[in-house]
T-cell receptor, first 112, second 116 residues
């Protein structure tokens, strides 16, 4: 079992719709969770981080965390074609240098 | 948000030469920096963790003598690819952890290395 799992997609949604991206993790002791966006040929860009159970909203983005189910999600409201990218879920390990463990990413396609 | 720079953004070199890539945290101090490699259409692969003032910690399968990492200050880490070969051609990305601020990792823009 991978430490962080994401559906590779592509997830296709029409412009204006809500895009829902999901991520599960295996280490129950994990405390910190991150969502990054990566455009083709570019480096990852931090979108949001979440540490507590529940929802955290920032503009059109909402991160949801359920530690009991070991599940993190990212909702993108009013999706735009410019949101088309690969979304990486990352979980910070509590050991060593607390490096991030990344999922393989979900490719999102927003059609006009 | 915090800013991380990388230099150069793109480099083309001949096989057998060495290439140095710099990673700088511009507006925060980073005790810990990370070096990743990404091949086309593949996910990020962590190569090593760089700590200021101490030796880097390499991931399994990464040759420390080939990928030399130096973290000489709280704002600068360097990765040197020694005796580069075509199979080393990749996208190298650093990230820096902002311990004192948001305690998140911010990525540099990456360096695309092409070895002829």
């Amino acid at each position: 079992q991978k430490e962080v799992e994401q559906n590779s997609g592509p997830l296709s949604v029409p412009e204006g719709a809500i895009a829902s991206l999901n991520c599960t993790y295996s280490d129950r002791g994990s405390q910190s969770f991150f969502w990054y966006r990566q455009y083709s040929g570019k480096s990852p860009e931090l979108i949001m981080f979440i540490y507590s159970n529940g929802d955290k909203e920032d503009g059109r983005f909402t991160a949801q965390l359920n530690k009991a189910s070991q599940y993190v999600s990212l909702l993108i409201r009013d999706s735009q074609p410019s949101d088309s990218a690969t979304y990486l879920c990352a979980v910070r390990k509590n050991t060593g240098f607390q490096k991030l463990v990344f999922g393989t990413g979900t490719r999102l396609l927003v059609s006009p | 948000g915090a800013v991380v720079s990388q230099h150069p953004s793109r480099v083309i070199c001949k096989s057998g030469t060495s290439v140095k890539i710099e990673c700088r945290s511009l507006d925060f101090q980073a005790t810990t920096m990370f070096w990743y490699r990404q091949f086309p259409k593949q996910s990020l692969m962590l190569m090593a963790t760089s700590n200021e003032g101490s030796k880097a910690t390499y991931e399994q399968g990464v040759e420390k003598d080939k990928f030399l990492i130096n973290h000489a200050s709280l704002t600068l880490s360097t990765l040197t690819v020694t005796s580069a070969h075509p199979e080393d051609s990749s996208f190298y990305i650093c990230s820096a952890r902002d311990h004192m601020g948001s305690d998140t990792q911010y990525f540099g823009p990456g360096t695309r290395l092409t070895v002829l």
